[in-house]
Structures are given as structure tokens and as C-alpha cells.
T-cell receptor, first 115, second 115 residues
Framework: TQLLEQSPQFLSIQEGENLTVYCNSS?????LQWYRQEPGEGPVLLVT?????EVKKLKRLTFQFGDARKDSSLHITAAQPGDTGLYLC???????????????FGSGTQLTVLP | NAGVMQNPRHLVRRRGQEARLRCSPM?????VYWYRQLPEEGLKFMVY????????ESGMPKERFSAEFPKEGPSILRIQQVVRGDSAAYFC?????????????FGEGSWLTVV
């Protein structure tokens, strides 16, 4: 069973601060996605990383996939109250013959950015 | 997550009744996934379907739960004889055939409350 551990579980910071959220596993994933979920809504895809060592930037968000494709991080620069939400990482299994593409989700990091 | 349509958004059922949740995937997507999010827990994979085929149902409870994705019409997640422990948010997601990096897109969810 593939497991993804996210840390920290909760994070409360002031507007303007920087933060990093981690997603770790002992398993290798073919790709990893980051989602943000707000109360009463579904997860919204932020980014997909596929290649080991890959770095993707989305405005103030920087996503990195570990070299061994076992871990990932999300760094937010100058956080704003609008960044508040539940951040979820999800790993896709390495494809083998007959395997399906179900994602394994981390338990999430609840981020609160205070004005 | 625009495009994946789920209904109803909220459903209240008494213990022992049946719940039917519907999901229309994004246009052009032929792969559908159902996930469940229990209170204070992460998203857990339930079932993966293509048109008229169940590809992977390894996350489905063995009893009372069933899913289908007919040739015409939405995918249906059916829960018979609901119990209080079935209260959760049920998310449908879809992906195009051969989607790069196994990226899937979520709907806004159906919140089931069993009273």
C-alpha cells in the first residue's frame, strides 16, 4: 500500500510570510499532483509534476518533485489570505500491466493565512 | 474542477434507505473515478470506471456499494441500506483517455448525511 504523509497538518501564518508544505513517501510515484480544497468544495488541481527533480512555478507557488519521485514540496512566497485552504498532494502509481490509475492522497495541510 | 458535474450536492437519507449519486464527467473524458472523504480524513479511492466497465473497485466496500458508468448517461454510485458511517463527501473525478501524468479533475462533491 502506498502512503503519502503530509506535514505540517496545520499551519497558521501571517500575511506576507513564506511557507513550505511537504509530501513524503517511501514509494515511487509516476507523477504527483497538488490540489487545493476549500470547505464544501471539491479539490482543485494546482499542478502535476512528472519528472524527478522537476520544479514548476505558479505565480507565488513553487512545486518541486523529488529526484527519486518519492516526495514533493510546495513553497508559497508572501502568503495572502486568499491562499487559505486545504492543500492535498496525490501520487499516481507507477504503471504496471493491468494497474489502474487510482491516486493515493495525503491527509492534507490546512493552511490559514491571517490578514 | 469546472466541467465535472455531480448531483445532488447534498443528500439526506434515513438509515436503511438507498442513496444514488450521479456524476457526468468533463466533456471528452471517458474515465471516471469515485473517492470518499470522511470527516477529518483524507480522500480515499473507491472505484475506477470506463464506459460500461469497472476497471478497479479495490476501494469499494464489499457490501451495499455499487457503481456503474453506462454507455449513455452519467456514472452512478449507489449505496443501499445506508448507515450513519456512510455519511461523507463523495467526489467524482474524470480524466481523458491517456491523460498525461494521470491528472484527474474533480467535481464539487455530493455530501451524504445519514440520519
Amino acid at each position: 500500500t502506498q502512503l503519502l504523509e503530509q506535514s505540517p497538518q496545520f499551519l497558521s501564518i501571517q500575511e506576507g510570510e513564506n511557507l513550505t508544505v511537504y509530501c513524503n513517501s517511501s514509494s515511487v510515484f509516476s507523477s504527483l499532483q497538488w490540489y487545493r480544497q476549500e470547505p464544501g468544495e471539491g479539490p482543485v488541481l494546482l499542478v502535476t509534476v512528472v519528472t524527478g527533480g522537476e520544479v514548476k512555478k505558479l505565480k507565488r507557488l513553487t512545486f518541486q518533485f523529488g529526484d527519486a519521485r518519492k516526495d514533493s514540496s510546495l513553497h508559497i512566497t508572501a502568503a495572502q489570505p486568499g491562499d487559505t485552504g486545504l492543500y492535498l498532494c496525490a501520487g499516481a502509481p507507477v504503471r504496471t500491466r493491468g494497474s489502474a490509475r487510482q491516486l493515493t492522497f495525503g491527509s492534507g495541510t490546512q493552511l490559514t493565512v491571517l490578514p | 474542477n469546472a466541467g465535472v458535474m455531480q448531483n445532488p450536492r447534498h443528500l439526506v437519507r434515513r438509515r436503511g434507505q438507498e442513496a444514488r449519486l450521479r456524476c457526468s464527467p468533463m466533456k471528452g473524458h471517458s474515465h471516471v473515478y469515485w473517492y470518499r472523504q470522511l470527516p477529518e480524513e483524507g480522500l480515499k479511492f473507491m472505484v475506477y470506471l470506463q464506459k460500461e466497465n469497472i476497471i478497479d473497485e479495490s476501494g469499494m466496500p464489499k457490501e451495499r456499494f455499487s457503481a456503474e458508468f453506462p454507455k449513455e448517461g452519467p456514472s452512478i454510485l449507489r449505496i443501499q441500506q445506508v448507515v450513519r458511517g456512510d455519511s461523507a463527501a463523495y467526489f467524482c473525478a474524470s480524466s481523458p483517455s491517456g491523460g498525461a501524468g494521470n491528472t484527474i479533475y474533480f467535481g464539487e462533491g455530493s455530501w451524504l448525511t445519514v440520519v
